[in-house]
């Protein structure tokens, strides 16, 4: 297969550093755009069932969108994505504090995320990697870490893996915050259909840190399950999810989807691999923007539904989870991928 063409575009300057567009298109059309600032996605544009091609990402067409946001739309999260309890870790009898910036607890690793930070770059056959150094102490992180994020575009399929090392023993949890509406544009996410090939999700509390506990729940569950149905409260009001699944399909992330997202009308589908053992399903609650995205409006809840692929939430603080520890002589090596089709 042809390579694709890569460009890039002068988008502004944040920070003192030179801020790009990029744009991956293939042979057959389709292009993801994406920026060193936040490593962040921008847009995916695939076709429909009547061959148009529409946008399925939510994002600005300016960088001012990006440095206005707030809700980390497209976004590379790290150090550790998702909440950590009072922002208190231990490791190896040293404890820890991060900043805390969601109550008493620290989500997203606050201003130390790597969502408003501008990354390094380099481009590659069908592919661009982003890479950032992140300094000991950094929101109260320990240990210098060196990560790079790399995306590619073959087949309808954008593929991010994420590589990283540090000097010292620290924990690390990247991922994605693309909110994906397969409409383009059309509607909200609540005439999509969702599958999610888990039977177990964390219990967690009203300020969505885990309890510990693993449940079983038909009710919560996705088997080509119209989103919207599983949303509405007493068939009046609106009530979103922040709930993460635990995965058993993980360990075969090549072959195995770990979810899918389907819309009828367009005839659009997405499904999700991964090497992480959890994946956060967010329905965009509390989404919105200062000024408008794509198609031209400020975003409002339930424009988009994020399937955060990660370790489990405060999994630091719970030693029957997952690890997200990493080593001084390791390497952090993880997968996403996003592949598109039309049904």
Known sequence: MSDNVISSTFWGNCQGQDVFLFRMTSVDGTYVELTNYGATVVSVVVPERNHQLGNVVLGFPTLQGYLLDDCYLGATIGRYANRIANGKFNIDGHEYQ?????????????????????????????????????????????????????????????V?????????????????HSYFNLTA?????????LTVFASQFLQ?????????????????????????????????????????????????????????????????????????????????DYLKSEVPGHHATAYKPFDGLCLECQYFPDAINHPDFPSGVLEADELYQKRIAYKFSVK
Not at 107 to 122: E, L, P, Q, R, T
Not at 134 to 156: C, E, H, Q, R
Not at 185 to 193: A, L, S, V, W
Not at 206 to 230: D, Q, V, W, Y
Request: charged share 15%; hydrophobic share 35%; with cysteine.
């Open 160 to 176: 991010i893996d994420y590589t990283a090392e540090t000097n010292l023993k620290t924990i690390v949890n990247m991922t994605n």
């Open 185 to 193: 544009g059309k509607g909200n996410i609540f005439e999509q259909e």
């Open 98 to 158: 991060l900043e805390t910036n969601d109550g008493p607890h620290s989500n997203h690793s606050g201003s130390a995320g790597f969502n408003s930070k501008v990354f390094g770059y380099s481009i590659f056959k069908n592919g661009i990697s982003f890479s950032y150094l992140s300094k000991d102490g950094d929101g109260g992180f320990p240990g210098d870490l060196f990560l790079a994020v790399t995306y590619s575009w073959i087949n309808m399929e954008l």
């Open 204 to 284: 967690t509390n009203s300020e969505h840190i885990p309890t510990g506990a693993i449940l079983n729940n038909e009710e919560m569950l996705f088997n080509k399950t119209n989103i919207g149905s599983r949303l509405q409260d007493d068939g009046k009001s609106w009530k979103g999810l922040n709930t993460c699944y635990v995965l058993e399909q993980a360990a075969h992330a090549a072959t195995d989807p770990v979810a899918e997202l389907f819309d009828p009308a367009s005839g659009r589908s997405l499904q999700v691999f991964t090497s992480y053992p959890g994946l956060l399903i967010y329905t965009g």
